[in-house]
């Protein structure tokens, strides 16, 4: 009896070790030097998407000081290697990947795994926006999700006509389990004739680990205004996935 419970101890010994062994290294966000994220951008009209639903992109987040940018950077999904391109300070890719399903996200650069951990794909929201909008009235957008992200932030952008450089975007994070959310008034400019806004609904799913920001993301939007400009580029989309890390750190 003696000898079965010593072998019992030593089982349980053992599995707390396996199970310490087996947690991941959950660092802080202030901490955090990379972001890996998938956005899911499969409606707008990439042509680099070839048929693939996700943008992938991978970013330096850390100081300044510390960014190489030719840092020899790889990425797997779900066990296939991502093929990366470099442009706008962001090493970027695509992927099919499938709402509510985890995948390993494991980076690599210059040859030392930085990270290999499972995040799960955000489901993907189905808005409805105002059919105009005015940013000196309240505007109301509602939406459909099969289940709560780790968070979700509503958005607005008012693009300056004539100089990009007074360009505006204002983030709210709201509640996971909200389903709808109405824009305050006058919370960006009234840029006079020809402006132009977007409202925008972000779902997200993030956590660090080893110092890396890896995340999934899909957003909805709706633009106002006569431009015939295509804003969903990959110098946006690098941008866009620069600021969702920013207010993932916060």
């Not at 009896?1 to 101890?9: C, H, T, Y």
Request: proline letters at 4%; charged letters at 20%; aromatic letters at 12%.
């Amino acid at each position: 009896m003696r000898k079965f419970f010593i072998l019992m101890i030593l089982s349980i010994l053992a599995m707390g070790l396996l199970l310490t062994a087996c947690e991941e290294n959950i660092t802080q966000p202030e901490d955090a030097k990379w972001s890996v994220m998938a956005i899911e951008a499969s409606d707008l009209g990439l042509a680099m998407l070839e048929g693939d639903t996700h943008y992938i992109a991978v970013t330096w987040i850390g100081p300044d000081s510390g960014f190489d940018p030719h840092a020899a950077v790889e990425l797997t999904i779900g066990g296939s290697k991502i093929e990366l391109l470099y442009q706008y300070e962001t090493w970027y890719g695509k992927a099919t990947l499938i709402p509510g399903n985890s995948y390993y996200f494991q980076l690599k650069v210059n040859g030392e795994v930085l990270v290999n951990t499972k995040q799960t794909v955000v489901y993907n929201a189905d808005a409805t926006f105002p059919l105009t909008y005015n940013p000196t009235r309240t505007a109301f957008v509602y939406w459909n999700l099969e289940a709560d992200s780790k968070q979700q932030i509503a958005s607005i952008y008012a693009y300056d006509p004539e100089d990009w450089d007074y360009d505006e975007v204002v983030d709210k994070e709201i509640e996971p389990s909200a389903r709808e959310y109405t824009y305050p008034a006058n919370i960006v400019q009234d840029h006079g004739a020809d402006s132009e806004y977007e409202l925008e609904i972000t779902q997200m799913n993030h956590k660090y680990v080893d110092n890396v920001l890896v995340a999934t993301t899909q957003f909805k939007a709706m633009e106002y205004g006569d431009s015939k400009i295509n804003r969903q580029t990959p110098q946006r989309l690098a941008k866009y996935a620069r600021r969702m890390a920013r207010l993932a750190l916060k």
